[in-house]
């Protein structure tokens, strides 16, 4: 079935690049997302990649994409405070491209 | 900037009591989409609506059901709450075309 894995904690020091990673199952996956969940909010988009891209950069944030292996990274350059959250990874459904298979999520907790 | 919203942020009930979680988007998307979440198991789709009076069971319909009578407004019911549905709700919104989603900021509901 559809499975999309992720490890649950990440904790960096301030200044630090950090690094989520995911791997995900469905190799038909048009495009694979990364949301932000801060405390007590909803689901931030952050953003996302098309399956026939490599890499994507946006400013502090670096996609990486492997498709070979099913593998999903978000870097984060000088990490903050401010990024401290839940980070998911999500892909679209092999089934029905309509829906999104979200991963657990992972804790970053970014401390001084 | 798309805005999806939700009717509470915090809502408490009591076992047996029938629950009204509402979602309003403003960007005229054709799809709609709960979810809950819940501590190490990520995003769990419960229903899902492709356009009005349409509705599709997601992974795990068991006690819930949705109305979608009007096409910005997408409702969640739990028809005799119970303490195993005290979770986060979160409402979601996409293009007919799929892909992104847009999430609003969660109703945590606790059930006593």
């Known amino acids: 079935g559809e499975d999309v894995e992720q490890s649950l904690f990440l904790s960096v020091r301030e200044g630090d690049s950090s690094v989520i990673n995911c791997t995900y199952t469905?190799?038909?996956?048009?495009?694979l997302y990364w949301y932000k969940q801060e405390p007590g909010a909803g689901l931030q988009l952050l953003t996302y990649?098309?399956?026939?891209?490599d890499m994507k950069q946006d400013q502090r944030l670096t996609v990486l994409l492997n498709k070979k292996d099913k593998h999903l990274s978000l870097r984060i350059a000088d990490t903050q405070t401010g990024d401290s959250a839940i980070y998911f990874c999500?892909?679209?459904?092999?089934?029905?491209?309509?829906?999104?298979?979200f991963g657990t999520g992972t804790r970053l907790q970014v401390f001084p | 900037d798309v805005k999806v919203t939700q009717s509470s942020r915090y809502l408490v009930k009591r076992t047996g009591e029938k629950v009204f979680l509402e979602c309003v988007q403003d960007?005229?998307?054709?799809?709609m989409f709960w979810y809950r979440q819940d501590p190490g198991l990520g995003l769990r789709l419960i229903y899902f609506?492709?356009?009005?009076?349409?509705?599709e069971k997601g992974d795990i319909p068991e006690g819930y059901s949705v109305s979608r009578e009007k096409k910005e407004r997408f409702s969640l019911i739990l028809e005799s709450a119970s303490t195993n549905q005290t979770s986060m709700y979160l409402c979601?919104?996409?293009?007919?075309?799929?892909?992104?989603?847009?999430f609003g900021p969660g109703t945590r509901l606790t059930v006593l």
């Open positions: 979601a919104s996409s293009s007919r075309t799929g892909g992104t989603q847009y």
């Open positions: 609506s492709y356009d009005v009076k349409m509705k």
């Open positions: 960007m005229d998307h054709e799809n």
């Open positions: 999500a892909e679209t459904s092999h089934y029905n491209t309509d829906k999104l298979i």
């Open positions: 990649i098309f399956s026939n891209m």
């Open positions: 469905d190799s038909s996956s048009t495009y």
